[in-house]
């Protein structure tokens, strides 16, 4: 069975602090895709990555980084030097081709100014 | 801009009254999903349609129904909302279902449903 995990309900930062954003995953698959997805207070559910399980080089985006680990089934999610504007629920979530994408509950993060 | 949008983003109904929520997409995307969000949960899918071929989930209950009139458009029916269906509902989007990447999915602003 597939299952997301985000063990962090709620984060708390100050502006400008770096914050990290962790998502652990099960599967028994060998091809699966993992996924972050921002969801504002506006509630619309905003695209921010897709992995495959082949690759495993981190990337960056500007003040966002991932970190994908199957070593320890973890595609972590770092913002550096938080805003305001970060502030949303971040959800992780996995997939197969073909199946219906497994969300993870959800990590909360409020950014202070 | 190409975009996904559901309207009304806010609908109040009452308990026992058929409702229908509505989802376009200028996108030009094969797949169409409606998901149920409840408070402090994350998204649920209920189904999706791939072209007009629809596809149910499993723990859908029956009260949900679904039309996909045409590749632009598709509306969830409820046909009569009990309180725990009072939700977010989002509809999303992919260019394709069985092809990676091309199946990744773009939500619309959601339509939040309040039962009275």
């Known amino acids: 069975a597939q299952k997301v995990t985000q063990a962090q309900t709620e984060i708390s930062v100050v502006e400008k602090e770096d914050v990290t954003l962790d998502c652990v995953y099960e599967t028994r698959d060998t091809t699966y895709y993992l996924f972050w997805y921002k969801q504002p207070p506006s509630g619309e559910l905003v695209f921010l990555i897709r992995?495959?399980?082949?690759?495993?080089q981190n990337e960056i985006s500007g003040r966002y980084s991932w970190n994908f680990q199957k070593s320890t089934s973890s595609f972590n999610f770092t913002i550096t030097a938080s805003q305001v504007v970060d502030s949303a629920v971040y959800f992780c979530a996995l997939n197969q081709a073909g199946t219906a994408l497994i969300f993870g509950k959800g990590t909360t993060l409020s950014v202070s100014s | 801009d190409a975009m996904v949008i559901q309207n009304p983003r806010y609908q109040v109904t009452q308990f026992g009254k058929p409702v229908t929520l509505s989802c376009s997409q200028t996108l030009n995307h094969n797949v169409m999903y409606w998901y149920q969000q409840k408070s402090s949960q994350a998204p649920k899918l209920l189904f999706h349609y791939y072209d007009k071929d629809f596809n149910n989930e499993a723990d859908t209950p029956d009260n949900f129904q679904s039309r996909r009139p045409n590749t632009s458009f598709c509306f969830l029916d409820i046909r009569s909302p009990g309180l725990g269906d009072a939700a977010m509902y989002l509809c999303a989007t992919s260019r394709e279902r069985d092809s990676p990447p091309q199946d990744t999915q773009y939500f619309g602003p959601g339509t939040r449903l309040t039962v009275l």
């Open positions: 992995r495959n399980s082949f690759d495993e």
